[in-house]
């Protein structure tokens, strides 16, 4: 089974306070990392359910820009 969880990597802040979205990527009890190319500010970012949040504005000049 494979299992993908998303989660924004707070250890290196990018400029204007937003932070890359990484994922993480477990199969057969290996594990492997890496980043989305996106970018996001903290409060858009839910942590419990790994996903945006609803009312998330400026969406694509975090990620376009």
Request: glycine share 4%; aromatic share 10%; charged share 35%.
């Amino acid at each position: 089974m494979v299992s993908i969880k998303l989660f924004l990597d707070r250890r290196r802040p990018k400029k204007d306070c937003i932070y890359p979205l990484n994922y993480l990527l477990c199969y057969k009890r290996k594990k492997t990392n890496g980043s989305t190319g996106i970018s996001l500010r903290e409060e858009d970012w839910d942590e419990n359910a790994s996903k945006l949040e609803r009312n998330m504005r400026l969406i694509k000049p975090l990620i376009f820009g």
